[in-house]
């Protein structure tokens, strides 16, 4: 029997079943503060739905996922803000102009028959990790999902705790026209830390954008020495003494001053990987054939998303002139700019 890389020096090409788990969340924000305030006819704001949308296609022409689903936060408020009420407290209200943008993404979502996955209590983070978990799973080296590899689409760095041999990370760099493919040692080539080290990062440095504290004092430099030094946060306070032999007295007080808060973080910042969510992989299976390509061309005719529409329908003009306004004006540059994404 060939192992695996002596069919790949063969020249043999293995079919991987990869299953792809979109952010919603992350590239609904992204799109809305990367794109011009487009609008439609009617005058409403849509130029997240249409970023999301042209990531979407992207994501499917890149990845070519066998199974793909796309989380979403709820708005009803998640374990976390029950465990620390400051959670988040800083973030403001989310921008009306994007939060009424999310029931059209949702529509562009289900028109293409994709799985679209929510979960009160928990956020989207969760939702996804919970699946990644499901599809990657093993008993006795046997994958029981027969899924190969786990796509997560975002440009969210929580999820990069969830990157393993067989979890990788595709995020938007620029926009979201390009993306990059973080794998366990790209990520360890970013932050100073193995993927599996990320939460410990966390419960040490905190997190601004989410509020939570960490331990008072300890910045990013200090808290990836200490990681490198003993591995995780239980490790550093199994070692408190030779931590401060090694790094100094000061860092040890603000150890143990911080150490509620630390371990705090570390929870605050940990994904749930066993949110009880009724889905079934199966019915995560996808294709993108012709009677999805249709209905999602109807889909994005009713949003006047024309140049799309006309793409997935093989009748894409050389300068596609959508319905789209900036500032209530129909601006060629910037808005048909956008409209060739893809």
Do not use: W
């Amino acid at each position: 029997m060939l192992t695996l890389s002596q069919v790949a020096r063969c020249g043999i090409i293995i079919s991987m079943v990869r299953f792809v788990l979109i952010d919603g969340n992350a590239i609904m924000h992204r799109a809305f503060h990367a794109l011009p305030p487009l609008t439609n006819r009617s005058g409403e704001l849509l130029n997240a739905v249409y970023g999301f949308s042209t990531m979407l296609l992207k994501v499917i022409a890149d990845l070519k996922p066998d199974y793909l689903a796309v989380a979403f936060d709820t708005p009803a408020p998640t374990f976390r803000k029950m465990l620390y009420l400051g959670y988040q407290a800083k973030r403001p209200v989310m921008d009306e102009g994007l939060s009424g943008q999310f029931p059209y993404a949702y529509e562009v979502v289900k028109s293409m028959g994709v799985t679209l996955v929510q979960k009160e209590g928990y956020e989207a983070d969760d939702v996804i990790g919970t699946l990644a978990q499901r599809a990657v799973h093993r008993t006795k080296g046997i994958v029981h999902s027969g899924i190969d590899e786990v796509v997560i689409v975002t440009g969210d760095r929580d999820l990069y705790q969830l990157v393993n041999e067989k979890v990788k990370i595709y995020g938007p760099v620029r926009g979201l026209s390009e993306a990059e493919m973080f794998d366990e040692k790209r990520i360890e080539e970013k932050m100073g830390v193995r993927a599996d080290q990320i939460v410990d990062y966390k419960g040490l440095v905190g997190d601004g954008s989410d509020n939570y504290p960490g331990v008072a004092g300890i910045g990013p430099k200090t808290a990836v020495n200490l990681i490198r030094e003993f591995g995780d946060l239980g490790d550093i306070y199994r070692n408190l003494d030779k931590a401060g032999e090694k790094f100094g007295e000061k860092v040890k007080e603000k150890l143990i001053k911080g150490e509620e808060l630390g371990k705090l973080s570390y929870k605050l910042a940990t994904i749930v990987k066993n949110v009880p969510l009724s889905v079934k992989l199966d019915k995560c299976r996808f294709e993108f054939n012709d009677q999805v390509k249709e209905s999602l061309a109807n889909q994005m005719r009713q949003l006047g998303f024309k140049s799309i529409a006309e793409r997935l329908e093989g009748r894409e003009k050389q300068e596609a002139r959508g319905p789209y306004r900036v500032n209530g004006k129909r601006d060629k540059k910037k808005g048909d700019g956008q409209l060739g994404l893809l």
